[in-house]
């Protein structure tokens, strides 16, 4: 017993030793992850903080894009109202300052029509018109993105100035949409590796991604359920590149602060399977080990007892023939074949079992009659056996025999004094249950899998292989079952064996 009571407690210790190493692992790992997360953390807050910055810019960008349109619109309309005063002045300084304000345009295409959208007069424009001609058709549609300046000379008489952008304002209109694809591709394509999905105001149409995983990204529904799950993350950034062009842009953490966040748990889980991997193949080699260390001792312990046996059968033989008392004989005999059992029994450990369908009962009453008279007779023993008398089951009768063997030892041992030792078998459709019962000191409930361990026992002179022995028959070689079905310290205990029809 003192041998498991130190291995249990060196197991004790080396399990609170190595759960240390592991929690110092995870501990330090955890300091590694957050300061590696904050990095992220803080990578993606100034990534956030530059995009907001880059709106607010490109907002500016806008508001002086629509400040130049105004411009423009109230430049045609100083030209449009030159035009007005120009016929109605007659004096010369006043129609001089008129005909400089209409020269000094040459960026603003303006073409001028009277009432009936004749042309009268155009400028800046890169082709020649008719005079009197209509305007119409193309020409009319493209100058018509813009409402023409009406002005009226009199009730019954106007002329209509119509214009559109200027070089300089397509210019700019189309550095503002390189602008505009310049920064959704930054945005997506972020150094932070922050995933992104930009979407219009409604969240339900996606204009672009970056760092999306190709099967999602490829995926309409997975993409827009994402978009709810960065919302829930992080508050999306409006931008606004023009009026009815309204933008969002959903960020969420980068995979590596996500990966970070789960890794020691990851690696918690890693070093768990590898130490019950490790402690699974230890054991199964250590049983494998102890294993041939049974059987080798087993086959050893068979072998030396043939050759005295095969002496002693000569010498009963001689002592016949010298007409020694035949009950003598007899009783030398028995004891021989007594001991041929047990040398065939010991031959078996390490074999595979030959089981065959035997009549349990007869098995048990057989081992019991033989022990009885080996026994003191303050300890009474009963069989319980089913009504019919015979159960079949497969066994191996002298491995099995050897186990009944040792459970009665085993309960006359605990029996101080008077006692009784009670068997019942009992059945099932798939299995066949016989329990061992004593009335001696019992067993404390901490120790129902220890008795079992070799080397285990309360005699001061046992070996504490007896129940170690009967579970490896029965569990090995007749793939049963045997445990401690109950026992109440100072009352009694009762074992049960299961062994399948």
Not at 269 to 292: H, P
């Amino acid at each position: 017993m003192d041998i498991y009571y130190k291995k249990k407690r060196w197991k004790i210790i080396l399990g609170i030793i190595a759960l240390v190493i592991v929690m110092v692992s995870l501990w330090y790992s955890n300091i590694l992850a957050r300061h590696i997360a904050l990095d992220e953390r803080r990578n993606a807050t100034i990534w956030a903080d530059a995009i907001r910055n880059r709106v607010q810019l490109v907002h500016y960008t806008q508001e002086f894009f629509e400040q130049i349109k105004a411009d423009e619109r109230k430049h045609v309309e100083i030209l449009a109202e030159a035009f007005k005063r120009l016929g109605e002045t007659e004096e010369s300084e006043a129609m001089d300052f008129y005909l400089k304000i209409i020269s000094d345009n040459n960026t603003i295409p303006v073409i001028i029509t009277d009432s009936r959208d004749k042309i009268t007069l155009y400028a800046n424009l890169d082709m020649e018109l008719e005079p009197d001609e209509i305007l119409a058709g193309e020409l009319k549609r493209e100058f018509s993105a813009f409402e023409p300046v009406i002005v009226r000379l009199d009730p019954k008489n106007n002329i209509r100035v119509y214009y559109k952008e200027s070089k300089t304002f397509t210019q700019l209109r189309a550095y503002l949409e390189d602008l505009e694809k310049s920064f959704i591709s930054e945005v997506v394509a972020n150094s932070a590796s922050v995933p992104v999905i930009i979407t219009d105001m409604s969240r339900k149409h996606i204009v672009a991604t970056g760092n999306i995983d190709r099967s999602i990204a490829s995926n309409d529904e997975a993409l827009l359920q994402m978009v709810q799950e960065m919302a829930s993350v992080n508050e999306p950034i409006e931008i606004q590149f023009s009026e009815g062009r309204q933008r969002l842009i959903f960020y969420k953490n980068s995979y590596l602060l996500t990966q970070l966040k789960y890794y020691p748990f990851f690696q918690f889980g890693v070093i768990v399977v590898f130490i019950t991997v490790a402690y699974l193949l230890f054991s199964t080699a250590r049983k494998s080990e102890q294993n041939q260390v049974w059987a080798g001792l087993a086959k050893e312990t068979a072998h030396q007892l043939g050759t005295p046996l095969s002496a002693i059968m000569a010498w009963i033989e001689i002592l016949k023939l010298n007409s020694v008392d035949e009950q003598i004989t007899d009783e030398m005999e028995k004891d021989v074949a007594r001991l041929q059992v047990i040398t065939e029994r010991f031959s078996k450990i390490g074999s595979a079992a030959n089981l065959q369908p035997v009549n349990i009962v007869e098995e048990i009453q057989g081992v019991a009659d033989y022990l009885k008279t080996r026994t003191t007779k303050k300890i009474k023993s009963e069989i319980h056996a089913p009504d019919q008398g015979s159960v079949i089951v497969p066994l191996n009768p002298q491995l099995f025999g050897w186990v009944i063997e040792n459970m009665w030892k085993n309960a006359a041992d605990a029996i101080s004094g008077e006692g009784i030792i009670e068997i019942a078998i009992s059945e099932d459709p798939k299995y066949v249950y016989v329990d061992f019962s004593d009335n001696g000191k019992g067993i404390h409930k901490s120790k129902y899998k220890s008795v079992f361990d070799p080397g285990v026992t309360s005699k001061q002179r046992g070996w504490g292989l007896g129940l170690s022995l009967a579970r490896r028959i029965i569990e090995d070689y007749h793939k049963g079952k045997i445990f401690i079905k109950s026992s109440v310290v100072g009352k009694g205990t009762t074992f049960r064996i299961m062994l399948r029809k």
